[in-house]
């Protein structure tokens, strides 16, 4: 009886520290890592209702910088592997004519606050090449997918509220952490981004996104977080170090791993 009492309890703890995990803080260092990395529960993949074409969205090893870089950007920032992205242009019949990627979970963070997002952000690897196909900010995105809850469109239940990236400061190698909430810019999708006026033609700060939320009705939820790229331009890259508040999500080739922070 009570082995049984035992596991019960840690079975319910694992969910209460899971949930805590998606509403708390993000330190500014990842020197404040508590403890080696654990393998996270396995709700990580491609989002199929969000992917069109044939992207590539895979976990993988490396990469380790192009020829002749040398030193921590010739390397992913955690462990050996990370999220490998490929779409490209002008590869569907469809309007738009380009592939999208989507790379998610739509499990653990079901329902957490949005407006409890403190930190968000990642490392990415970018090429040369990139840039020309599309430009200095030709870079994947970090997707929410929420319910706005606003009071004034209440039957407006989704919404994409998407971070676009700013230009990454190297090529051809691991960027330092881009920070969503002080760089780049913030959009919702659809009646919500109207209603808010933080859409894709007038964009928002992070400050000004949960400003726009926070109207004063029911608090905003998440449905699902995801790495995505497209549909516009061919990229070719690698995506780590997903941070969401106190967590980091280290993507390495077995697996989607976490390290959790002070």
């Known amino acids: 009886m009570n082995a049984r009492l035992r596991a019960k309890r840690t079975a319910k703890l694992g969910i209460t520290a899971l949930a805590a995990i998606a509403a708390s803080a993000l330190p500014q260092s990842a020197s404040a890592l508590t403890h080696a990395p654990q393998k996270s529960f396995d709700h990580w993949g491609v989002i199929t209702r969000n992917t069109i074409g044939s992207p590539v969205a895979a976990l993988r090893n490396g990469p380790f910088g192009?020829?002749?870089?040398?030193?921590?950007?010739?390397?992913?920032?955690?462990?050996?592997?990370?999220?490998?992205?490929?779409?490209?242009d002008h590869a569907t019949s469809l309007t738009a004519p380009g592939e999208k990627a989507a790379f998610g979970n739509e499990i653990d963070f079901y329902g957490a606050p949005v407006l409890a997002l403190d930190q968000v952000g990642f490392h990415v690897f970018q090429t040369g090449e990139n840039i020309t196909y599309g430009g200095q900010e030709n870079m994947p995105n970090i997707t929410f997918e929420i319910n706005p809850?606003?009071?004034?469109?209440?039957t407006t239940t989704y919404s994409s509220m998407v971070w676009q990236p700013p230009a990454s400061p190297v090529t051809d190698r691991w960027s330092p952490y881009l920070d969503a909430t002080t760089t780049g810019t913030w959009y919702l999708t659809g009646n919500a981004g109207t209603t808010t006026g933080c859409n894709q033609t007038t964009t928002c700060t992070f400050e000004q996104l949960k400003k726009a939320l926070n109207d004063g009705g029911t608090?905003?939820?998440?449905?699902?977080?995801?790495?995505?790229?497209?549909?516009?331009?061919?990229?070719?890259?690698?995506?780590?170090?997903?941070?969401?508040n106190h967590t980091i999500y280290d993507f390495e080739a077995d697996g989607v791993k976490t390290h959790r922070l002070r």
């Open 66 to 88: 192009s020829f002749g870089v040398q030193g921590l950007a010739a390397r992913p920032p955690y462990g050996q592997g990370s999220l490998g992205i490929e779409v490209a």
């Open 149 to 154: 809850n606003l009071t004034e469109s209440p």
């Open 219 to 244: 608090q905003p939820t998440l449905y699902t977080i995801a790495i995505s790229k497209g549909r516009d331009h061919t990229w070719i890259g690698a995506v780590d170090g997903l941070r969401i």
